[in-house]
Nanobody, 126 residues
Framework: VQLQASGGGLVQVGGSLRLSCVAS????????MGWFRQAPGKERQFVAA????????YYADLVKDRFAISRENAENTVFLLMNGLKREDTAVYYC????????????????????WGQGTLVTVSS
């Protein structure tokens, strides 16, 4: 499965963006999906994830209550809605797909994900 992330850009502190991750080559209906980010000079970190069923969502403490992950299987797309953006949210955001129909997984671990998109840059300025 190939993943294409988009929706990044320049936004002011307190603003909002919605990232999209469109999959091709295979339907993602059975895949656990996640978003990660990497800021300049820092390691990649977990942001949010959603189970293949859509029943479960997971968030990093730094973004919960501000970000929301969702999926639209009919469009083969996963979204990340980001509200209340802060300067420290500046990073390249990557979407990723895990193993199909895996029930016991650690959504916060990047080793759980087999397919990665190319990333989209989010810059938050004051």
């Amino acid at each position: 499965v190939q993943l294409q992330a988009s929706g990044g850009g320049l936004v002011q502190v307190g603003g909002s963006l919605r990232l999209s991750c469109v999959a091709s080559g295979r339907t993602i209906v059975a895949y656990n999906m996640g978003w990660f980010r990497q800021a300049p000079g820092k390691e990649r970190q977990f942001v949010a994830a959603i189970s293949w069923s859509g029943d479960n969502t997971y968030y990093a403490d730094l973004v919960k209550d501000r970000f929301a992950i969702s999926r639209e299987n009919a469009e083969n797309t996963v979204f990340l809605l980001m509200n209340g953006l802060k300067r420290e949210d500046t990073a390249v955001y990557y979407c990723a797909a895990g193993e199909p129909m895996k029930f016991n997984w650690n959504p916060r671990c990047d080793d759980e994900y087999d397919h990665w998109g190319q990333g989209t840059l989010v810059t938050v300025s004051s």
